[in-house]
């Protein structure tokens, strides 16, 4: 396949116990209702709805869930100088959060693990709101000091909702490191999430190999694709498991979000 980028979905990141949105057994599958949850109009509105989502994510096991299988494959990828990176719609953490990371990583829809101020923007770890949350905080709001003291706005965790965009400056980043790779490798994604997927019709645009590996079908089988029905972690692990250890180098851990 030469130079990859890797573009990973809700599918890679079910072997961590993560339900995905849209598959047969998805979060939004079964209770379509539960979007709701996940517009940024609401959540700003409703102090009984954010009352609830911070006491949720003192006990939700998604911060506490752990890299797979098909995450560690993308590290072994990454030492023998295959994968040049990765975009991802997960907000899970789950690449940053892997041993050996060392690609570069553009979150497109952000992550869990860190905080955002509706009001000032400000990014702080997720840690130190659930910190006070512990402590009695019901609906903890932003300390970002200010020339006029603390900011005092809404927190809420730094990922995209329904209602706001995926940042710009991200999506150009991603087409910038697509077009220098041969080929972009799907990995656990139905493409059913503009603008993320719409990366795929720009990678074959600019005459890239796109190989997506996903079970069940997704929106561009048969739109010049190679579609592999697999799961993605026995695919990384296959394709993974025939490289001798001596083409594998020590990773040097990497962050590249902007």
Avoid at 188 to 207: D, I, K, Q, W, Y
């Amino acid at each position: 396949m030469g130079s990859l980028v890797a573009f990973t979905g809700a599918g890679l990141s079910t072997a961590a116990g993560i339900p995905d949105y849209r598959g047969p057994n998805g979060v939004w599958t079964k209770d379509p209702s539960a979007s709701k949850l996940s517009r940024v109009s609401q959540y700003r509105n409703d102090s009984e709805l954010r009352r609830r989502l911070w006491k949720d994510r003192l006990t939700n096991p998604l911060y506490r869930a752990k890299p797979t299988t098909g995450h560690r494959c993308l590290e072994v990828l990454t030492q023998t100088g295959a994968l040049k990176g990765v975009i991802t719609q997960n907000v899970d953490g789950l690449h940053r959060l892997s041993d050996g990371f060392g690609y570069p990583l553009i979150e497109l829809h952000g992550c869990i693990h860190e905080t955002r101020c509706l009001d000032c923007g400000a990014i702080e770890p997720m840690d130190q709101a659930l910190a006070r949350v512990a402590h009695g905080e019901l609906d903890p709001t932003c300390l970002h000091h200010l020339d006029t003291g603390h900011c005092g706005g809404i927190l809420t965790s730094n990922t995209v909702t329904f209602g706001e965009p995926v940042p710009l400056h991200k999506l150009e980043h991603a087409q910038l490191i697509i077009k220098e790779a041969h080929t972009l490798l799907v990995l656990g994604s139905t493409l059913s999430v503009n603008p993320a997927a719409r990366l795929v019709a720009f990678a074959l645009e600019h005459g890239r190999q796109v190989v997506v590996v996903n079970q069940g079908p997704t929106r561009y089988d048969n739109r010049g694709v190679l579609k592999i029905d697999a799961d993605c972690q026995e695919f990384l692990h296959t394709l993974t498991s025939s490289i001798p250890q001596t083409v594998v180098q020590a990773p040097t851990r990497s962050l590249s979000n902007p």
